[in-house]
């Protein structure tokens, strides 16, 4: 088991619907990620999070909408999303810039499908 | 923008062979990881490259970084079924609010059979 911990496991939401998926680091990190793996893509950065303030937002659709109150936790907030955005999200912690490898640990993902 | 390829995409290889897998990246990085990702599951953290000729090794895999060319292998000696999985590389962009912006290459897909 990695010490980063997603949930729900597994989410089938409607494009009306509003949702949340959690994360949340047990690794004592400084850094946390969310990205999107799709079936027919290479894995994609969203959103960084340093020491609580975004660092990076890659161009994402505004429907998902990021929150990290505290280094531990990682929230992605869905509203309105299309069938495209099905995929598995993946959260991921780091110990932050100024390390000198910054090794990303990930979690358990989240499965999304959007009917 | 950065572009990160590997090869081959795809690689069937029988039990106590060895092989390479590649990744080429289009611009300046000194920090390349190595990733593995069993069917169902998450990414498990393999290797962390940080400098130009940059050798690690942990079993029957072996990566290495050459900075110039901008390319790193992955090297397996011997394979075994349980090396099974799709491995990726990705590479750290760096500078001003980049940090920690890694670009994934599109993952090889590694079926070891007898």
């Known amino acids: 088991e990695t010490g980063v911990t997603q949930t729900p496991r597994h989410l089938v939401m409607g494009m009306t619907n509003k949702k949340s998926l959690k994360c949340e680091q047990h690794l004592g990190h400084n850094a946390m990620y969310w990205y999107k793996q799709s079936a027919k893509k290479p894995l994609e950065l969203m959103f960084v999070?340093?020491?609580?303030?975004?660092?990076e937002n890659n161009s994402v659709p505004s429907r998902f909408s990021p929150e990290c109150p505290n280094s531990s936790h990682l929230f992605l907030h869905l509203h309105t999303l299309q069938p495209e955005d099905s995929a598995l999200y993946l959260c991921?912690?780091?110990?932050?810039?100024?390390?000198?490898?910054?090794?990303?640990?990930f979690g358990p993902g989240t499965r999304l499908t959007v009917l | 923008e950065l572009k990160v390829e590997q090869n081959p995409l795809f690689l069937s290889m029988q039990e106590g062979k060895n092989y390479t897998i590649y990744c080429n990246y289009s611009?300046?990085?000194?920090?390349l990881y190595w990733y593995r990702q069993d069917p169902g599951k998450s990414l498990e953290s393999l290797f962390v490259l940080l400098s130009n000729g940059a050798v690690k090794q942990e079993g029957r895999l072996m990566a290495s970084l050459d900075t110039k060319a901008r390319l790193s292998t992955l090297h397996i000696t011997a394979a075994v079924h349980d090396l099974s999985a799709t491995y990726f590389c990705?590479?750290?962009?760096?500078?001003?609010?980049?940090?920690?912006?890694?670009?994934f290459g599109q993952g090889t897909i590694l079926t070891v059979h007898p």
């Open positions: 991921a912690s780091s110990q932050g810039y100024e390390a000198r490898t910054d090794t990303q640990y």
């Open positions: 611009t300046t990085s000194d920090r």
């Open positions: 990705a590479v750290d962009t760096l500078g001003g609010t980049s940090y920690g912006k890694l670009t």
């Open positions: 999070y340093n020491f609580k303030e975004q660092t």
